[in-house]
């Protein structure tokens, strides 16, 4: 890895890191069937200058998204749709987009299915009609500004989807283009191609259907579930043979390093489960399920949560849910880990009576003692 150049943007203490082996590591390898299309694809680029405007770029990306879709060469997975690339409206509303630059993305990817689903299609709509998305729709994203302004997107769109694990990107310019892949361990950055090196290009979207083996793309143990695209997003978390339905996100963190989420669950007073999300680095951190365990194994001590279980979280491979890009100068990878807790801690500022701010200082100072003894 090797940073940019002396102006890399930095991004919660993490830099823009430009990778010379980024297609190897990070996008799959085209099969050898797409080669004749490959070079069709190649010569409209360059005949028609299909990166000349965003609408252009936009019917060139989609053109190439289903020819994979309607391939009969590839299996796509259980549930996947076609991938389509439009252009969202000017001022669309929600907190994804960086509000104070002005900066949306040029050109965004999703699935067609939920694109009828909260977008449905007009009578008629004309192939350069502009939709209006929700936030979290997309799966991939195009800008075509500068490249600082694209990641705090990719940022927020992290911290609104804690069922994707990394995200694909696509940053032009009238010369070239370049390809980032995000996840919690920060962005990474191919090197700039010019727009007649159109293999990475290809490579990019087919990698949005057929990601790489260390690539885990959604985590299908959570759920988005979404009635309308003005409802407040819940998700369902299936949590080893236990299924929590209509969980509500209560504290997220940054989208790098532990990228850490809550959902609270609450189907009466007594019915109450605290799911966390963690992204575990076994070289950096204490295990925080034997450290639970050790304080509680004498019996439930006042003012720790108590944790009710902790099954690994599985890709559809039944594997790890790991992280594709470690730490420049660490060759640990996270593993994503969940952990559901009984109870739930509140500031002391929340407590609802005094009555309840001194039970709290109680339950403290006897965990303290206990500890100690």
């Given at each position: ?208 259907y057929i990601p790489p083996a260390t690539h885990s793309l959604p985590d299908t143990s959570v759920r988005l579930v979404c009635d309308s695209a003005i409802s407040v997003p819940r ?6 043979d236990r299924l929590y339905k209509g969980c509500l996100m209560s504290h997220c963190s940054e989208p790098w390093g532990r990228r850490m989420v809550c959902f609270s669950h609450s ?107």
């Amino acid at each position: 890895m090797a940073l940019i150049n002396d102006d890399t943007p930095c991004f919660a203490g993490l830099s823009l890191l430009c990778s010379p082996e980024f297609e190897k590591a990070h996008l799959s390898d085209i099969p050898d069937v797409f080669s004749s299309l490959e070079e069709t694809l190649l010569a409209i680029m360059l005949e028609e200058h299909r990166y000349d405007t965003t609408q252009s770029l936009a019917r060139f990306l989609d053109m190439v998204s289903q020819a994979f879709w309607y391939s009969p060469y590839i299996t796509h997975r259980k549930g996947q749709d076609c991938i389509v690339f439009v252009q969202p409206e000017e001022g669309v509303a929600g907190g994804l987009w960086n509000s104070q630059s002005g900066f949306q993305p040029a050109i965004l990817a999703t699935e067609r299915g939920l694109l009828y689903r909260y977008c449905p299609p007009k009578v008629e709509r004309r192939p350069t009609s502009r939709f209006r998305l929700p936030t979290w729709l997309p799966c991939s994203f195009v800008g075509d500004r500068a490249i600082d302004q694209l990641i705090p997107t990719v940022q927020n769109y992290l911290i609104a989807r804690p069922d994707i694990q990394g995200v694909y990107c696509l940053n032009t310019c009238p010369e070239s283009y370049q390809i980032l892949w995000c996840d919690v361990d920060g962005p990474v950055a191919s090197r700039r191609y010019t727009w007649n090196e159109i293999h990475s290009l290809i490579a990019y979207i087919y990698s949005l259907y057929i990601p790489p083996a260390t690539h885990s793309l959604p985590d299908t143990s959570v759920r988005l579930v979404c009635d309308s695209a003005i409802s407040v997003p819940r998700w369902d978390i299936v949590y080893g043979d236990r299924l929590y339905k209509g969980c509500l996100m209560s504290h997220c963190s940054e989208p790098w390093g532990r990228r850490m989420v809550c959902f609270s669950h609450s189907t009466s007073r007594h019915n109450f489960a605290m799911i966390k999300d963690v992204y575990w680095n076994p070289n950096q951190q204490a295990d925080e399920i034997t450290l639970l365990r050790e304080i509680h194994q004498n019996g439930l001590m006042p003012g720790v949560v108590c944790l009710v279980h902790s099954p690994s979280v599985q890709d559809t491979k039944n594997g790890p849910i790991p992280t594709a890009m470690p730490h420049t100068g660490d060759t640990t990878v996270r593993q994503r880990r969940r952990l559901c807790f009984g109870s739930e801690g509140l500031n002391l500022t929340q407590a609802r009576s005094v009555r309840d701010l001194l039970m709290a200082i109680f339950d403290a100072i006897e965990g303290k003692s206990r500890w100690q003894l």
